[in-house]
Nanobody, 115 residues
Framework: HGYLVESGGGLVQAGGSLRLSCDSSGVFFFINVMAWYRQAPGKQRELVASVASGGYTNYTDSVKGRFTISRENDKNTLYLQMNRLKPEDTAVYYC?????????WGQGTQVTVSS
């Protein structure tokens, strides 16, 4: 079991929905910010959305209005609800956690959106 474990990726048609989950129970330090990043083939890893411990959220422009990030601290779980998916959303999605001690990354989960 890794520090961050993602699940929920898969293949979906354009216009469909997926929900990603990230189990952070392996992280024993206080988590300040949790986030989802993604990396498409041949491209740099980019920030998709983040949520601070106080609840403040931030989204990259391309997903605003379609994706929703949330965290349930009592369940040590981070979510990314992805609606109205587009082929350009195809990427490996990574969970990220920032603590005062170090950063943590998940192993990634593949999201493929067919046109």
């Amino acid at each position: 079991h890794g520090y961050l474990v993602e699940s929920g990726g898969g293949l979906v048609q354009a216009g469909g929905s997926l929900r990603l989950s990230c189990d952070s129970s392996g992280v024993f330090f206080f988590i300040n910010v949790m986030a989802w990043y993604r990396q498409a083939p041949g491209k740099q890893r980019e920030l998709v959305a983040s949520v601070a411990s106080g609840g403040y959220t931030n989204y990259t422009d391309s997903v605003k209005g379609r994706f929703t990030i949330s965290r349930e601290n009592d369940k040590n779980t981070l979510y990314l609800q992805m609606n109205r998916l587009k082929p350009e959303d195809t990427a490996v999605y990574y969970c990220f956690a920032d603590t005062a001690i170090r950063d943590y990354w998940g192993q990634g989960t593949q999201v493929t959106v067919s046109s």
